[in-house]
């Protein structure tokens, strides 16, 4: 599985920005997929993950209220949609993806990060300016 995310850019607080992870390679439905993003000087955070087909999706609690997540599994795109953009939004955000046997142990994987990912798309910069 190869992923390519789009999408990122410079906007001022309370914008909006809606970022894509385009999957290539099959079975893109039966992936686990989620968002991560590292800011300047800090470590890679978790930001969310969707289940594969229609299952649950799970927010850090940062982004709550304000970023939504969804899937077109016709498309193999996953995409995340940023709303309401603050300064500590600032990063490079990555799309991920996890397989595993049951969808809790996917969620729970991609949830962890690190060693819970099989595949890592190549990050996208989003700068938010107050």
């Known amino acids: 599985v190869q992923l390519q995310a789009s999408g990122g850019g410079l906007v001022q607080a309370g914008d909006s920005l809606r970022l894509s992870c385009a999957a290539s390679g099959q079975a893109f439905s039966q992936y686990a997929m989620g968002w991560f993003r590292q800011a300047p000087g800090k470590e890679r955070e978790f930001v969310v993950a969707?289940?594969?087909?229609?299952?649950?999706?799970t927010y850090a609690d940062s982004v709550k209220g304000r970023f939504t997540c969804s899937r077109d599994n016709l498309k193999n795109t996953v995409y995340l949609q940023m709303n309401s953009l603050k300064p500590e939004d600032t990063a490079v955000y990555y799309c991920?993806?996890?397989?595993?046997?049951?969808?809790?142990?996917?969620?729970?994987?991609?949830?962890?990060?690190?060693?819970?990912?099989?595949?890592w798309g190549q990050g996208t910069l989003v700068t938010v300016s107050s």
């Open positions: 991920a993806a996890t397989f595993r046997r049951t969808r809790e142990g996917a969620m729970a994987a991609m949830a962890s990060g690190g060693d819970g990912i099989d595949y």
């Open positions: 969707i289940s594969r087909n229609d299952g649950p999706i």
